[in-house]
Structure formats: structure tokens, C-alpha cells
């Protein structure tokens, strides 16, 4: 039997993509049948400057450049990913069971005192290999508050809060415990070898060279609510699943793909560490932009440029009403730096590494982009521990892309729940908010959350993200909660939402 050499689930002699992960099937590589390799799957085929086709970073490019959401929403620089292989329409049901353990266990984290993370002292980690051994440790056994302690403060700030919320809704729709711990499944680590590369004077690349991890799930253990799925997956895997897997094998077999050069790039397992304030610190952030710079351009980022941006003023508004202006006159392409000190501390410079990168292709392209905030209609809350949310119910921006050398000016907008955008060529495209999603979430009119660094006020990506998924974990009422949980469970969710959204 074939098996998937991204995750490893079994193969069916005609399948095209894994019916688990939607990864692309590949010919098979020689592995243990215990230990599949796992293989980051390569970006999209990529144009004469090395950038994937049809503008990988985001960069507005010739016609139909601007992409918007009902909320207006453009994708940016460094804000666009490589498109994976399409999923298949259906799955097995024992995967499904899988995926809402997991989702579940993740959930049940929640369970813990959270928030004690944030008023603590005793944060971050002594050294960048102790920071990935105690996340590893805390994921063993369930505890967020030590797995949280280790995460960059600039990404983990406000998750205490989602976290609490949705985890309290969890519990009341009888998925998740009420201690946070998911007895249905375990994950263990054993004899972990970690290797460290100092990348610059802050931060590090932690490499996972050997040792095991194991992953089991026990439908016995299943919550009720998802009593469905439990049962499906015990006729087709038995009471329990397990899967064991050698890290070095992993680690052997991840790659990313210089299509430029045509040849694979051994990157392996690591995770990226930073250092703030004298203590080490796992980043997510910094992780995930390190792998996609290597399929993007082939290499890492330059490290030393953290540790030049720490140096650096912020850039941002003198009240959070002018914090959105002070954004887009900040966005150029001209001048990323300064773009990335227009956002928070621990944030922005997590992207410093790769801006020589960026440059490099906008220049050999002729490209670029620019940002006009022509109008807005904004009103700022009140003020709690330096964070404003501002809600916006109108706004327009311009949004100038460049190829070439020509220029392609697009327009997108904000009106209380509804967007819209205007092409270069005068097509239009525009929509609203479902009435549905807007009683059921509470949120009526768009927002981002604004906060004060180093005496000037800045747009949070990273807390903007956290407060609308908080408003939703709070406001969703208990029979809409409980009726998606039961089409997860009966395996309806598409047509769930079909029925609601249209």
C-alpha cells in the first residue's frame, strides 16, 4: 500500500490527492510503514523573476489585481500564500474523526487559568532550546499556561481571553471537559535531539534531528456530543488509532523547491526562537515565514535585520483615530522598513529578515505599490491596558500597484458591513455581510484594534485577529453552537452552512 508523503495516511491505488491533508500524490518514496515522510508540497509554478505566478506576494499585478472580500479586504505583501492542491469533495469519516479530536483537544487547552500568563514574571525561557523543549512538554500534557509562557508576547498578546471564551462555550456544548483535559487523546515526545543555529545575536533556528513522536486517540473517550463520529470511526479503525513517528525520517524528507533552479532545498523540522527583553521565546511567525521564504526564493531570511529593526523608532499616529492613515502612508513599497515599524513591537520585525528578499524581486519585476487612505469615518473606544478598538463605518482606500513600471490604480471601501473594490478598468465588485453572521456574531460594523507603542498609536494585526475571534466565541448564541457541532458530528457542516448563508 501507497501511502501520503505529506502525512502519511494510506493511499488508494487511483487517488490523486490525500483524502486526509489534500496533498498531491507523488510516487512513492521508500519508508518504514511505521514512519511516512512527511513533504512540505512545493509553491506554485513561478514567472521569469522567481515570484510565483499571477503575483506570489501579493503585489496588485495587471488585470483583475485587486482581491476583496465582502469587507473589503486587499491581500498584500508578504499576506498571500502558495495555493495548496484542491481537497477532494469527501473524506473518510475516521479522518473526520481525527481532525474534531484534535480541534477538540486544542479547544479543551482552554480550560486552564490563562490568563495567569500574561501577570507572570516567569515567561520566556533561559535559552532558545529550553523554549522548544518546554512547548514540547506543555503539548505532552495539556497545559496552554506553560505552552503560552513560551510564545513571543508580541503574537500571544489577548489569546487568554479567546482562549477562556471559547473554551467556556466548548464545555456547555459538552465537547470539551471542564479541567481542559481531552482524555481521547495523547501526544508524546520521546528522546527529542535538538540542535541549535544562532542566526543572529536575538534569535535562533532550533532544529529537531531525532527522536519520536507518538500521536493516539481512543474513541471510548470521545465526548457524547460528538458521539456520531466516534462511532463511525470505531467501524473503520477499531476502538483506537496510534501512529508513531520518527523524527529524523521526518526531518529527512521535508524540502522545500526551487523552482528557479529546479531542484528540492532540504530544510527538515525547525522552529524559529526570538529574544525579547533577555528571554527566549518561540515564534510561530517567524517559523512559518522562514519556510515560505525558502519555497519563495529559495534561501532563509537575513537574521541580523531583527536585530537592526529592535534599533528602530516606531512609526505610527498620535491618537488611534489617525492610526489607519498613519498605516497605508507607512505601506510602500518603496520602503518596507519603514512599513514594518508602522506595527507593533514583536511583530513587525518578525519580517525584517525577509525584506531584502522582497526588494530584490520587486525590483527585478519593475514593481510596486503604494497605499491612499482618501477617506474614513471612524470611532475609537475606550482605552484598556494601551489597546483602543476603533470601528469603522466608512473608509476608503486606494490601493496603487505597479508592474512594469505601469501603474494600476484600484480602489477598495468600507461601508458600516458591507465592501467593495473598483478595478483599474472600472469593474466593480461589491457585497455584504450575511444578516445571518452578523445576529449571530454580534459584530455589525468592521474593526481593528489599535495599540499605543512607544508614545504612538498602531494598527494590531495580531489583536485585531484575536478580538473578532473573541467576539464570535462570546456572542454566538448555544442552540447555533450546538446545532454546527451536531452537523460536525453527522458530517453536514457544508450543507449547515449552505442552509444559513445561501
Known amino acids: 500500500m501507497n501511502f501520503c508523503t505529506r502525512c502519511g495516511h494510506p493511499l488508494g491505488a487511483d487517488d490523486v490527492f490525500c483524502a486526509n491533508c489534500g496533498a498531491a500524490v507523488t510516487a512513492p518514496r521508500e519508508a518504514s510503514p511505521e514512519t511516512q515522510p512527511l513533504v512540505a508540497p512545493p509553491p506554485p509554478p513561478v514567472g521569469a523573476s522567481g515570484l510565483p505566478a499571477g503575483g506570489g506576494l501579493g503585489v496588485p499585478s495587471g488585470p483583475g489585481a485587486v482581491a476583496a472580500g465582502p469587507a473589503g479586504h486587499m491581500v498584500g505583501v508578504l499576506d498571500q500564500q502558495p495555493v495548496a492542491p484542491p481537497r477532494p469533495a469527501g473524506r473518510s469519516r475516521a479522518t473526520v474523526w481525527v481532525v474534531a479530536a484534535l480541534v477538540a483537544l486544542a479547544a479543551g487547552l482552554g480550560g486552564f487559568a490563562v490568563w495567569k500568563v500574561f501577570f507572570s514574571s516567569n515567561t520566556g525561557a533561559d535559552d532558545p532550546e529550553q523554549a522548544v523543549r518546554e512547548v514540547l512538554a506543555a503539548a505532552e500534557d495539556q497545559d496552554p499556561v506553560a505552552a503560552l509562557t513560551m510564545i513571543n508576547p508580541g503574537e500571544a498578546r489577548g489569546a487568554d481571553e479567546v482562549w477562556d471564551a471559547l473554551h467556556q462555550r466548548l464545555t456547555r456544548a459538552g465537547v470539551t471537559p471542564k479541567d481542559g483535559v481531552f482524555s481521547a487523546a495523547d501526544v508524546s515526545f520521546d528522546d527529542v535531539d535538538l540542535e541549535v543555529e544562532s542566526v543572529?545575536?536575538?534569535?535562533?533556528k532550533v532544529h529537531l534531528r531525532d527522536g519520536t513522536v507518538s500521536l493516539s486517540l481512543r474513541a471510548e473517550d470521545f465526548p457524547d456530543a460528538l458521539d456520531g463520529i466516534?462511532?463511525?470511526?470505531?467501524?473503520?479503525?477499531?476502538?483506537?488509532?496510534?501512529?508513531?513517528?520518527?523524527?529524523?525520517?521526518?526531518?529527512?524528507?521535508?524540502?522545500?523547491?526551487?523552482?528557479?533552479?529546479d531542484r528540492e532545498i532540504p530544510t527538515g523540522l525547525f522552529v524559529m526562537v526570538v529574544e525579547v527583553d533577555g528571554r527566549w521565546y518561540v515564534s510561530p511567525t517567524a517559523t512559518a515565514a522562514e519556510y515560505l521564504a525558502f519555497d519563495w526564493f529559495g534561501q532563509g531570511g537575513d537574521w541580523s535585520a531583527y536585530d537592526d529593526g529592535r534599533k528602530r523608532d516606531a512609526v505610527g499616529a498620535e491618537s488611534p483615530e489617525e492610526a489607519l492613515a498613519s498605516l497605508a502612508d507607512a505601506a510602500n513599497g518603496d520602503d518596507l522598513p519603514t512599513m514594518l515599524d508602522a506595527l507593533p513591537e514583536g511583530q513587525g520585525d518578525l519580517l525584517r529578515p525577509f525584506v531584502?528578499?522582497?526588494?530584490?524581486?520587486?525590483?527585478?519585476?519593475?514593481?510596486?505599490?503604494?497605499l491612499d487612505l482618501r477617506a474614513q469615518d471612524v470611532r475609537a473606544g475606550d482605552e484598556e491596558d494601551g489597546l483602543v478598538r476603533l470601528e469603522i463605518d466608512r473608509l476608503e482606500l486606494g490601493v496603487n500597484g505597479i508592474e512594469g513600471g505601469d501603474p494600476y490604480p484600484n480602489t477598495v471601501g468600507v461601508d458600516g458591513s458591507c465592501g467593495w473594490a473598483l478595478g483599474y478598468t472600472g469593474d466593480r465588485i461589491e457585497g455584504c455581510a450575511p444578516t445571518w453572521l452578523k445576529q449571530v456574531s454580534g459584530i455589525d460594523h468592521a474593526f481593528v484594534m489599535v495599540r499605543e507603542n512607544d508614545g504612538v498609536w498602531q494598527v494590531d494585526p495580531f489583536a485585531t485577529a484575536l478580538a473578532w475571534l473573541e467576539e464570535v466565541a462570546t456572542n454566538v448564541p448555544d442552540d447555533e453552537l450546538d446545532s454546527l457541532i451536531s452537523a460536525i458530528d453527522s458530517g453536514d457542516v457544508e450543507e449547515w452552512f449552505e442552509q444559513r448563508v445561501g
Open 230 to 261: 466516534a462511532s463511525e470511526a470505531r467501524e473503520e479503525l477499531g476502538s483506537s488509532w496510534s501512529r508513531k513517528f520518527d523524527i529524523s525520517e521526518v526531518a529527512d524528507d521535508v524540502y522545500a523547491y526551487d523552482w528557479e533552479h
Open 356 to 370: 531584502e528578499l522582497v526588494e530584490r524581486e520587486l525590483a527585478n519585476d519593475d514593481a510596486g505599490f503604494t
Open 200 to 204: 543572529s545575536d536575538h534569535a535562533a
